[in-house]
């Protein structure tokens, strides 16, 4: 039976129109440092066009002044390290954040786990 849902799910599914819509551009602020090694290359090699996103990469000197051009509103994205991060909230700021854990010693930490905020 659930078989004949999936398949019949499927079919419906497949025989609606595409709706092809055109990316957003989004700016993706990088500082000039290691935290953002991980997005130069997903830039370089094109992988967030393969995802069907529309991502520039502007570059700046610090993690501190890729972050003020995205409370700023000049970037959508943007890679650095923690210290910045929690400066912009004790000041009020609301940013939402992407983390993966590393280095916790308990078992029963997020060690490992993508978490969000």
Same mark, same amino acid.
């Given at each position: *039976?659930?078989?004949?849902?999936?398949?019949?799910?499927?079919?419906? &599914?497949? !025989?609606?129109? @595409?709706?092809?819509?055109?990316?957003?551009?989004?700016?993706?602020? &990088?500082?000039? =440092?290691?935290?953002?090694?991980?997005?130069?290359? $997903?830039?370089?090699?094109?992988?967030?066009?393969?995802?069907? &996103?529309?991502?520039?990469?502007? *570059?700046?000197?610090?993690?501190?002044? @890729?972050?003020?051009?995205?409370? @700023?509103?000049? $970037?959508?994205?943007?890679?650095?390290?923690?210290?910045?991060?929690?400066? @912009?909230?004790?000041?009020?700021?609301?940013?939402?954040?992407? $983390?993966?854990?590393?280095?916790?010693?308990?078992?029963? !930490?997020?060690?490992?786990?993508? =978490?969000?905020?």
């Amino acid at each position: *039976m659930r078989m004949i849902i999936e398949l019949l799910l499927s079919i419906f &599914l497949t !025989s609606l129109p @595409a709706v092809a819509e055109e990316p957003q551009h989004l700016v993706y602020a &990088l500082p000039m =440092t290691e935290t953002a090694a991980v997005a130069f290359i $997903a830039l370089d090699k094109g992988f967030f066009k393969e995802e069907g &996103l529309d991502v520039e990469g502007k *570059m700046f000197s610090s993690g501190r002044e @890729a972050l003020q051009a995205l409370l @700023a509103g000049q $970037a959508q994205l943007q890679s650095v390290s923690e210290t910045p991060i929690v400066h @912009a909230i004790i000041q009020g700021n609301k940013v939402a954040t992407v $983390a993966r854990s590393r280095g916790t010693r308990k078992r029963s !930490s997020s060690r490992g786990k993508i =978490t969000a905020s």
